[in-house]
């Protein structure tokens, strides 16, 4: 499924502060706080894209974009770009967490969330002068839907009536062929600022999911050959290519005096692609960047690099011990809570760095999180090991599993290993593995022992932490765990359009997730952000850290 | 001389059958699914999935899956990377500046190796000579990947004497550091070499023969010592400016030089093999062509290997 604008998801051996993946269709996630970006500040950019006195540089931690198509995106670097070239339908306000509408007019479910009505503001255009309408975004969204476009937005819209019969199963091996059916029958144009949605079973937090980014809509001329416009995107957003952009070259952006809404301060941005991370901050201390994120290398140095050039805030994401649902060994949860309370979160946040212990399924920046959920979270040893043995003890190892993909994966396998070990007295032992051979292990179910897992949401609702990871059918689930109250609980939460009932039914599924314990909660993580003394990049509780919406001094 | 140089690279045929075929079985072995590591732990909808399996010919078995990737090298289709960049595009721009960055690499080594080695082994023993040796003791002792990071850091951040890192100032500026650096950690080796090899060709018979005949000293030195001190020095510079693609892969990512390096690292961690495979052939070529250059440079300056 598709994400939001703000975050996108990933499950991954760790959440790291900076975008890691380097060409990842997921990527990375962590919204807002993402955003990597960086501004020239103008003395020393020797690229000539500082000039000017509202100029941004923003450099990006990870290859250069092969081409700029929202629909077909869903990796950080990607979405970074299309956020500021195109404008979502709603997008959430950074000082109180609400929806706002960008494009939207407004967004109305029927009574039981099935169906949506979207109306359009009047008076907005593409790039090239077109007027968008509701036509644009019912066919950007049928082009997308259809299996054979090979977008990979194209997740997003399967909760829509008529998703399947546009996505055939296609028999291994063979090519999806272009359907006869073109169109989602759940999505109908009314007039020429109005369509609407009609969702396979109702579901309550669809509108949040309307500020994704993957989500825009494309003019008819690119719809027709979206090919030819790879590297010449237009766009319904604050800023347009201000020049060529070829193969390799930094993304050079400029103002366009079309937009109609609210636009962030900057009169030109430069995207850079720098893939070593820790040649991107060597940049920005070099000042030919402004604004650079933090790399986990540079966690411990940082504000002494930068003094007064720093912000960081909240990452938005969890980060999980994992529990096999399909060995028998872990199926007590007295055992699962034995284990969490053995965990002593504050060392371990500690060593990890700009971390802090995590008592709760859901990220700290959701509407809906409660600090302290867990009753299970607080350290004590004692307490672990009288849970132990009631549940009747462990028989074996305990086998850790961790990335060597990562350059800390063994350390804090091993931390966590020797908490588990003292507090338990139980024997460990440590796997290290590719992450991506982790994944597959435990999609297979083939996995022994524990893992590190993290998710960032795509939507901001806590639902698309529970859903993804909870439910017996979530496309995360990947501790295989299944408890049939949870599903009918978020069922209910689904169908339930006052938004405070809703989030008053996740919290009772997050809840019912809490005794079974799939999952151990263990940190938050922060991101960090080095910018240069003309801007003040946004900061949001909300939505993280934005180089975008940075103020200039 | 044809018919060496034809016989060489009949040879090569085979020999390029083995590798290209082991570097793909290395890939393939590597753990992990292409597309899943492309996409991150983010489930993609089955039909997404399927068609880029089949625009890859991942579907298919090992040695089809090579076979088709040996064809698309051989008939100069390349197609695309999973991430959707036209390899021949890529090609286009990443060979130059791949090739300018060793090429000025190796002349700052070959410059300061060739000098240093003969001064010091003329002057064996002198003040340049034990310098000479410890200076290159110690730089031989230091890893790149440090020396790279120490040098960006000083010399471009701290000094701002060159950019950090990129290729916005072009040729040779944006180079010059990453090739100064290559340049100074090589240079050892090949000093040392050419110091030892003129020490021992100072000291042959033919050179006190020709001492003994009343030769001027600078006939000696540049008729009689350097074309046979030069023998081992020739190969070691042959197989050095092959093996310099290897150290690409380091340098370029450090200093974000959207070279040859940066696009093998990028292929191998997305395990995209054909990609792979492709830059392994460049490399196998260029190393095949630069060896038989070296073969016959070898029988120019020494009649007794000629290849009539």
Known sequence: ?553 | MIRFVLRRLLAAIPIGVIVTLGVFALVFAMPGDPLRELAGDKPIPAAVLAAKRAQFHLDEPFLVQYLLSMKDILTGNFGTTFAGADIADQLRLRIPVTLKLTLLANAVQWTLGLIFGIYAGFKRNGLIDRSLLLVTLVLLAVPGLVAYFAAQFVFGVQLKWFPVSGVLEGFPNSYLLPALVIGVLGFAGLARLMRTSIVETVNADFVKTARAKGLGEQRVLWRHILPNALLPVVTFIGLDLAGMFGGAIITESIFNLPGLGQFMFQAIKLKEGGVVVLLSTLAFLSFIVINLLVDLLYGILDPRVRHV
Not at chain 1, 107 to 133: A, R
Not at chain 1, 193 to 208: A, D, H, I, N
Not at chain 1, 269 to 288: L, S
Not at chain 1, 461 to 467: K, Q, V
């Open chain 1, 1 to 553: 499924m598709a994400l939001d604008p703000p975050a996108e998801r990933r499950f991954a051996e760790e959440v790291g502060p900076t975008v890691r993946r380097l060409t990842g269709v997921v990527g990375v996630a962590l919204g807002l706080s993402l955003v990597l970006a960086s501004c020239g500040d103008g003395k020393s950019s020797g690229s000539g894209s500082g000039d000017g006195a509202r100029s941004t540089v923003i450099a990006i931690a990870a290859e250069p974009l092969e081409y700029i198509n929202p629909l077909n995106e869903n990796g950080s670097p990607g979405i970074q770009v299309a956020m500021a070239m195109f404008a979502p339908l709603v997008t959430t306000d950074p000082n109180t967490g609400k929806l706002l509408n960008v494009m939207a007019d407004s967004v109305t479910p029927d009574k039981n969330s099935q169906t949506w009505t979207i109306k359009l503001k009047p008076g907005n255009t593409f790039q090239n002068g077109q007027p968008l309408t509701a036509k644009d975004y019912v066919d950007s969204w049928n082009l997308t839907a259809q299996g054979s476009t090979a977008w990979k937005n194209n997740g997003f819209f399967s909760k829509i009536e008529g998703y399947d019969a546009l996505n055939p199963e296609t028999p291994d091996g063979a090519t999806p062929k272009p359907t006869a059916v073109k169109a989602l029958s759940g999505l109908k144009q009314v007039d020429d600022l109005t369509f609407t949605v009609k969702l396979k079973v109702p579901f309550s937090q669809f509108g949040l999911t309307l500020q994704y980014f993957g989500l825009a809509p494309l003019p008819e001329e690119v719809r027709k050959d979206p090919d030819a416009y790879k590297r010449k995107p237009i766009g319904n957003g604050p800023y347009k290519l201000a020049a060529d952009w070829n193969a390799g070259d930094d993304i050079k952006l400029a103002k366009w005096d079309g937009y109609k809404q609210t636009a962030p301060d900057a009169d030109a941005i430069t995207f850079r692609f720098i893939p070593n991370a820790d040649t991107a901050y060597n940049e920005f201390q070099a000042g030919t960047v402004d604004f650079v994120g933090v790399p986990s290398t540079k966690i411990k140095s940082f504000k002494d690099d930068a003094p007064d050039q720093w912000v960081t805030s909240v990452s938005s994401g969890a980060n999980y011990l994992t529990l096999p649902a399909w060995d028998e060994r872990f199926k007590n949860p007295k055992l699962r809570h034995a284990f969490s309370m053995a965990i002593d979160r504050k060392a371990y946040a500690d060593l990890v760095g700009l971390a802090e212990p995590a008592k709760a399924l859901v990220a700290p920046d959701m509407v809906g999180y409660r600090a302290d959920a867990c009753k299970y979270c607080d350290f004590d040893a004692a307490k672990a090991k009288q849970l132990l043995a009631e549940a009747g003890g462990f028989s074996g190892p305990v086998n850790i599993n961790y990335s060597t993909t990562s350059a800390t994966g063994q350390i804090f396998a091993e931390a966590l290993g020797n908490m588990i070990r003292q507090n338990l007295g139980l024997e460990v032992k440590y796997t290290g593995k590719q992450g991506s051979e982790i994944t597959e292990l435990a999609d297979t179910r083939k996995l022994d022992g524990l893992r590190f897992s993290g998710w960032g949401h795509d939507y901001p609702s806590i639902e698309d932490y529970l859903t993804p990871m909870f439910k017996s059918t979530g496309d995360a689930n990947f501790s295989g765990y299944s408890n049939p109250k949870l599903d009918q609980v978020l069922a209910q939460g689904d169908a339930q359009p006052d938004p405070d009932a809703a989030i008053k039914l996740y919290q009772q599924a997050e809840d019912i997730a809490l005794e079974d314990m799939p999952l151990i909660p263990l940190i938050t993580k922060s991101d960090a952000f080095l910018h240069s003394a003309k801007i003040e990049p946004r900061v949001s509780k909300y939505v993280g850290v934005s180089a975008l919406w940075a103020t200039f001094k």
